[in-house]
């Protein structure tokens, strides 16, 4: 009976361990023009790679930003699983020197391990 209950104990704890739900979040930068249109740059593969980074597949990302069109470019990442976050609009440096403004777009997505 007792080896019964740390059998039953063990296998409880590896399935939660099993199901473990990781987030993982992108940023994506997009240009304004002086007419308000809205170009995205590159998603750049970090350097080193943290448990998370590792997870996500980067060249896929330049297939889904030759799209050129911001709506587009949305729609197919939310395809992928990548659920948009937030958008934050910066239209000046610290010093409050106009240079040109910018978007970032934060991406975030659920990998189970």
Do not use: C
């Not at 030759?66 to 470019?73: C, D, F, G, M, S």
């Amino acid at each position: 009976m007792k080896y019964l209950l740390i059998l039953a104990f063990i296998m409880l704890a590896i399935k939660s361990f099993s199901q473990k739900t990781i987030s993982s979040y992108i940023e994506v930068r997009g240009n304004v023009d002086a007419l308000g249109n809205i170009y995205f740059d590159n998603i750049i593969k970090p350097r080193t790679l943290t448990k998370t980074d590792s997870l996500i597949d980067y060249s896929q990302f330049k297939e889904i930003l030759h799209l050129r069109e911001p709506i587009k470019i949305i729609n197919k990442l939310s395809e992928n699983g990548w659920i948009l976050i937030t958008v934050t609009h910066v239209s000046s440096d610290k010093e409050n020197r106009p240079n040109s403004p910018f978007l970032l777009y934060y991406f975030k997505k659920e990998f189970e391990l």
